[in-house]
Nanobody, 120 residues
Framework: QVQLVESGGGLVQAGGSLRLSCAASGSIFRINTMGWYRQAPGKQRELVAR???????NYADSVKGRFTISRDNAKNTVYLQMNSLKPEDTDVYYC??????????????WGQGTQVTVSS
């Protein structure tokens, strides 16, 4: 079993910053991709940013230049630095990790979600 624990969400004024953290623990052999997704009520979950084990990153067009994803492989932790926040960034943010637990194949795990609210 693998658990992803998120922190750092909250309320912020437009133009402000937040840093989200997500630490994976449990039966982890290795982690390939880690990422952040967000989901507004009644809408589908969408990719915000992702980072592979080697450091390559991808961002949604809506957050490029404002958000930065990083990871600490020794701590099995991924971060999302969110700058210049906009009201449209308001969402529940979910951490995701592709985890190899037994050397056979990867499983996708999700965090519990953390609310980010940006006021105008």
């Amino acid at each position: 079993q693998v658990q992803l624990v998120e922190s750092g969400g909250g309320l912020v004024q437009a133009g402000g910053s937040l840093r989200l953290s997500c630490a994976a623990s449990g039966s982890i052999f290795r982690i390939n991709t880690m990422g952040w997704y967000r989901q507004a009520p009644g809408k589908q979950r969408e990719l915000v940013a992702r980072i592979i084990s080697g450091g390559s990153t991808n961002y949604a067009d809506s957050v490029k230049g404002r958000f930065t994803i990083s990871r600490d492989n020794a701590k099995n932790t991924v971060y999302l630095q969110m700058n210049s926040l906009k009201p449209e960034d308001t969402d529940v943010y979910y951490c995701n990790a592709e985890v190899l637990t037994n050397g056979i194949g990867y499983q996708r795990y999700w965090g519990q979600g953390t609310q980010v609210t940006v006021s105008s």
